[in-house]
């Protein structure tokens, strides 16, 4: 589902994704209550969230849906570089931040892996956001397969591939995703995604689309 004030945005971004063959586009919503109600109705995989709109904001608009319908992901879309915006967007729920100038193909992959939960971040946004990551003077003790699942995870995996990956049960690598969040102090595998990528884990591109 597409959320954006502007119908040429809406029209051009569902002309770049018809173009990929497999996704399809189900609703539009032209400002943040809209998309709101058609995300109830529709029950979308994936709404791709303008943040400035009419009405009720796109960030607010991305709470509610984060909150009441926890299996819709979603992926702000925005033309702002805004270091509070795009923290603001994450805190809200959101998978992932594009900026509007991702080109076809990127949005395309990018919109398949936020689908699955995977982080997805403009890599000018992974870059701005990592410098403002705050790295405690005591860093966490991971155990080896936490810091493990870390990697995997920074590298935009879902936990069925992450499990795939390490051998695993998917049920281990929510456990195991479960206690990084916690002794990170994080709230979102976006944020412990950043973290890896501070402290050197991952290169600083690897949440990016690809």
Request: glycine share 6%.
């Amino acid at each position: 589902m597409i959320a954006d004030d502007h119908a040429m945005v809406r029209e051009g971004l569902r002309g770049f994704l018809s173009l990929s063959g497999d996704l399809e586009t189900v609703g539009f919503a032209a400002d943040g209550r809209e998309a709101v109600r058609l995300a109830h109705e529709l029950r979308p995989d994936l709404v791709l969230m303008d943040l400035l709109m009419p009405v009720l904001d796109g960030i607010s608009a991305t709470t509610v849906i984060r909150r009441e319908l926890p299996g819709v992901e979603v992926v702000a879309l925005s033309g702002y570089l805004e270091p509070q915006l795009i923290a603001d967007a994450l805190h809200a729920g959101a998978v992932g931040y594009l900026l509007k100038d991702t080109s076809s193909e990127e949005l395309h992959r990018a919109v398949r892996a936020a689908a699955a939960g995977q982080v997805q971040l403009s890599p000018a946004v992974a870059a701005r956001l990592v410098r403002d990551v705050h790295v405690p003077t005591a860093p966490p003790q991971l155990t080896r397969r936490e810091e493990e699942v870390l990697v995997l995870l920074a590298r935009g995996r879902a936990n069925g591939q992450i499990a795939r990956e390490l051998h695993i049960a998917p049920q281990t690598v929510k456990t195991h995703v479960s206690n990084i969040l916690q002794k990170l102090n994080a709230e979102s595998r976006t944020q412990a995604a950043l973290y890896a990528m501070r402290v050197g884990l991952v290169p600083v591109h690897a949440a990016a689309p690809s």
